[in-house]
């Protein structure tokens, strides 16, 4: 109890925290575009939605290879990929018993809502933005799915939390929340 | 407003206009996506135009993408230099020097951009269709050599820093 305590920084740098920006969330970015991937993570980091530690990969492929269920919190995927496209990497992830719980969020060109419901019915998508996207339009979109993730996190945490000692080490920002939740 | 092909093109140069057989929901809903997406990622007016200036033999940047379903067609989206610089930058945000490989990045992930915009457009009107990925090609004097079964039109629009164009390309 204590190593949780004292390893997780986001709740306990401030136990009444309400505000998601008390929480980092290890985002991968899956695009075969270098200039996209560079443009959804100053967008996200301009929504204020959250604190971000970023994974990009610009092919499904290489996501997969790169893919780590504790260590990936969310997933931003791009539909038109070479190689594997993101409707088949998103049914990749749901078909792993062990990181199927993992909010997909597809960011694509594709505007059509026959698409969208595609998305959703085939690859079971969390979010659907389409590009070209607001810092707006991503806070509308993307706040809930955040607040879900901080959700699931902050109610096993805090009963421990209001337990720790007063001379408990400040907390450190750094790692994924949920590799230190399961830890 | 769109115009046939008339510049290194065998096949167009003759046929007057709005007898191509170029379907006029595609002309129509072409020009619309292309205003509505570039007007979104320019954050300004983007507007129909007469002529244009990338005619000439300057420096361009073309981003070209396929599309199957129940018509079949190609779409090019032609930039030249200031065009191209100006739309990057509102686009990404930030400054994409002409001659970076970023340039070609960008230019792709526009017409991916406007190319989805038409899907959809295209099916709210009844009519299915499925995008390839882009591809994009830098340089000038470019040559459209058409195949007898194919035809083409040509867009022209402008924004606040220059005119660029739209080519479409369909089977007969």
Redesign the interface.
């Known amino acids: 109890m204590q190593e949780i305590l004292t390893t997780n920084t986001l709740v306990a740098a401030d136990p009444n925290a309400t505000h998601l920006n008390d929480f980092a969330v290890r985002a991968m970015i899956i695009d075969?575009?270098?200039?996209?991937r560079?443009?959804i993570m100053?967008s996200l980091q301009k929504a204020e939605l959250a604190a971000f530690d970023f994974t990009e990969a610009g092919t499904g492929s290489e996501a997969l290879d790169k893919f780590d269920a504790d260590l990936i919190d969310l997933i931003f995927v791009d539909w038109?990929?070479?190689e594997m496209n993101g409707i088949e990497f998103a049914r990749h992830i749901r078909s792993m018993p062990w990181a199927h719980h993992i909010p997909i969020v597809m960011i694509?060109?594709?505007?059509?809502?026959?698409?969208q419901q595609n998305a959703y019915d085939k690859a079971r998508i969390s979010c659907y933005v389409?590009?070209?996207f607001t810092v707006e339009e991503l806070q509308d979109k993307i706040g809930p799915v955040i607040a879900a993730i901080a959700k699931k996190l902050r109610p096993p945490l805090a009963p421990a939390i209001n337990a720790a000692p007063a001379s408990a080490p400040p907390a450190k920002q750094s790692g994924g929340f949920f590799t230190r939740l399961l830890n | 407003m769109y115009h046939d092909i008339s510049l290194h093109s065998t096949h167009n140069a003759d046929m007057p206009l709005g007898e191509s057989p170029v379907p006029a929901v595609l002309c129509e809903q072409t020009e619309k996506a292309v205003v509505e997406a570039l007007s979104k990622i320019c954050l300004s007016d983007v507007v129909t135009e007469e002529t244009y200036t990338g005619s000439e033999h300057r420096e361009k940047v073309v981003g070209m993408i396929s599309f199957v379903g129940d018509l079949i067609w190609t779409m090019d989206l032609i930039l030249p230099h200031d065009s191209a610089e100006a739309i990057a930058q509102k686009f990404a945000g930030f400054d994409i020097p002409y001659e970076s490989q970023d340039m070609g990045d960008v230019v792709g992930e526009v017409v991916n951009v406007i190319a989805g915009v038409l899907c959809g457009n295209l099916h709210s009107v009844g009519i299915r269709s499925q995008m390839s990925l882009p591809t994009v090609t830098r340089g000038n004097a470019f040559e459209l050599m058409l195949p007898d079964n194919l035809v083409a039109r040509e867009f022209y629009f402008s924004t606040f820093e220059d005119d660029f164009c739209v080519r479409i390309t369909s089977m007969r």
Not at chain 1, 32 to 36: G, H, Q, Y
Not at chain 1, 108 to 115: H, L, P, Q, V
């Open positions: 075969d575009s270098r200039v996209m560079s443009m100053q038109n990929m070479p694509t060109s594709e505007a059509g809502t026959d698409k389409t590009k070209p």
